[in-house]
C-alpha cells in the first residue's frame, strides 16, 4: 500500500511539474476610443435616473415642482449641494 501511494504522488508531482500556464496573449496599446468604445459596451443604457432632468438649483426645481405638483428629490453631497449655493 505504501508504494502504490508512492508511486501515486510521484505521477501527481511529475505531471503538476511538466505543466505549463496556458500563454498570454499579448494585447496591443488601447486608444482613447477603443476605450470609449468598450466603456460604452458595459454601459445600460435604459437606467432610469439617466431620463430624469436634473436641476442644479434648489429655487427652480421647487417652482417647477409646485407648478408640476410633483416632489423634489434633494441630493446634497457633505450637507452642502454640490455645486454650490444657486
Known sequence: MRKLTVVVCSVLFAGLA?????????????????LKAEIEALRDAKVAWRKVEWRTCL???????????????LWVLGGAPADGRC
Open 18 to 34: 511538466s505543466a505549463q500556464p496556458p500563454p498570454v496573449a499579448e494585447k496591443k496599446p488601447a486608444t482613447a476610443e477603443a
Open 59 to 73: 429655487l427652480d426645481a421647487l417652482k417647477e415642482s409646485a407648478r408640476k405638483k410633483k416632489p423634489v428629490f
